[in-house]
């Protein structure tokens, strides 16, 4: 909404929509079948890949107890249980946890094939595409996840399309003000102000680059 906002702002004459296909815990892969299944109904004029440092967790497969399936007071009970047995060393924390989804060559392979067939379906549909990597805010001095970015931009390289990283645009400030919660490292309002800043002309520039419409 900040972007789509601020697109209409410019006040060019065009009217301009982002359509945000963001779905809680979907895989790269998963965000691949989503497009697959909805572009031809959206009919987009140009495509952003946003990945997160959990992108690359193995597609889950549905099963767990009724009350994981029904009941959100088991699911938020449950996730307190996890975060306390980390910060006990009883379980991996959140680091540990993330660079373990790189440490299988088939699961990121599997990754990367999903961000190149995304690439391969708005190429084939003559759509601008590019890719965003969304920091981890738990950490920001002596980032951790760096070298995830740098396959990210690696496989943008290969594939001739831009990359942004966004950790440089909250770079200095305090990570919990960028929390939603003190229990909870999502970005809030604070830190999607602070993005939209670099994504602005990066989005501006692939809206009117030669490959637009």
Do not use: C, K
């Amino acid at each position: 909404e900040l972007i789509q906002s601020a697109l209409n702002a410019r006040g060019d004459g065009w009217r301009y929509e982002v359509v945000n296909m963001g779905v809680g815990n979907a895989n790269t892969s998963m965000e691949q079948r989503a497009f697959e299944e909805n572009v031809a109904a959206l009919a987009p004029d140009a495509v952003v890949l946003n990945y997160f440092v959990n992108d690359a967790e193995p597609t889950p497969v549905p099963g767990g107890n009724f009350l994981s399936r029904h009941s959100y007071a088991y699911i938020f009970i449950r996730a307190r249980w996890t975060l306390l047995r980390s910060r006990l060393g009883a379980a991996p924390d959140w680091r540990q946890y993330y660079r373990s989804l790189y440490e299988d060559p088939e699961q990121w392979a599997r990754t990367d094939a999903a961000i190149r067939a995304i690439a391969r379906q708005a190429a084939d549909r003559n759509l601008p595409f590019a890719i965003v990597s969304y920091p981890e805010l738990h950490q920001l001095t002596d980032y951790p996840f760096t070298f995830i970015d740098d396959r990210l931009a690696a496989i943008a390289a290969d594939l001739r399309v831009p990359f942004l990283r966004l950790v440089d645009a909250v770079q200095g400030a305090d990570e919990p003000t960028l929390w939603v919660d003190p229990m909870d490292a999502h970005p809030n309002a604070t830190a999607n102000r602070m993005f939209v800043g670099p994504l602005l002309p990066f989005v501006t520039r692939l809206i009117e680059g030669p490959s637009a419409r």
